[in-house]
């Protein structure tokens, strides 16, 4: 799990070392792109983000969309307790039109999908399958075989402005550039072996939620695989709708 890190004072060291102005500088790099919105890639899950793209994120829906702080937050603290167990759970900025709500902020890996050969492409291995061994053996707890097996899909609708799909080392170099800027928040240690890209609503939840609440996750999913209920989750959706951006 990453260590806590005060939300407010990153964003600070974030703005006092330009930060987010480099992290434009390497956005420039990949080519601009259209697809037919069909919004596949944003149905899997909540697509991965850097904690500096997650600071990025964070300071647009806080200076942007205050008229739905709520419905981020319901959605983020759904996607945290249940993406392992609700097939249903998606990204929390995908509008009902299919559309991103925060589409000039979006984070690396939803800018690169799509400009990668079919033969370049790999989703890699989630370990979910270990995970999901980990969850019978120790809590009794049954993962959906629809998550576990779940691979996101090439896709040959998008469209570059370049003409041409992008070399594999080109987009890990990039990555790479990205992850750098997490040097500023965490041991470059941690963030080379250990990584600092997790989906957005578990970035927001580490800030929003405090120990106790995150370490209850289990027993959510844990009520809503066997019971079918959500009692305990609204709790946490209350708790979490108190926080101001």
Not at 8 to 32: D, H, M, V
Not at 34 to 43: E, L, N, R
Not at 146 to 157: A, F, R, T
Not at 188 to 217: C, F, I, W
Request: glycine share 6%.
């Amino acid at each position: 799990m990453l260590q806590q890190v005060e939300l407010y004072s990153a964003l600070g060291k974030a703005e006092q070392n330009n930060l987010f102005a480099k992290l434009e500088q390497i956005y420039a790099n990949l080519p601009r792109t259209s697809c037919d919105g069909c919004a596949t890639c944003c149905k899997w899950g909540s697509p991965p983000a850097f904690f500096i793209e997650y600071l990025n994120m964070y300071r647009y829906v806080r200076d942007n969309m205050k008229k739905d702080w709520l419905d981020i937050l319901k959605k983020s603290t759904e996607y945290f307790y249940l993406e392992l167990v609700d097939v249903n759970q998606k990204c929390p900025f995908l509008n009902d039109d299919n559309n991103c709500s925060i589409y000039n902020v979006r984070p690396f890996s939803c800018r690169s999908y799509g400009l990668l050969s079919k033969k370049d492409f790999e989703t890699g291995d989630r370990g979910l399958k270990k995970l999901a061994q980990k969850f019978k053996d120790e809590y009794d707890l049954t993962i959906p075989e629809e998550i576990i097996n779940y691979e996101l899909p090439w896709c040959g609708k998008v469209v570059s402005d370049r003409g041409s799909y992008l070399e594999k080392s080109t987009l890990a170099g990039l990555a790479a550039q990205i992850g750098s800027l997490d040097y500023t928040f965490f041991p470059q240690e941690l963030v080379d072996q250990e990584g600092t890209l997790l989906p957005y609503p578990v970035h927001l939840m580490n800030a929003v939620l405090g120990t106790g609440a995150r370490s209850r996750k289990i027993k959510v999913m844990k009520q809503f695989v066997d019971e079918g209920s959500k009692e305990l989750l609204n709790h946490f959706v209350e708790k979490a709708s108190s926080f101001q951006f």
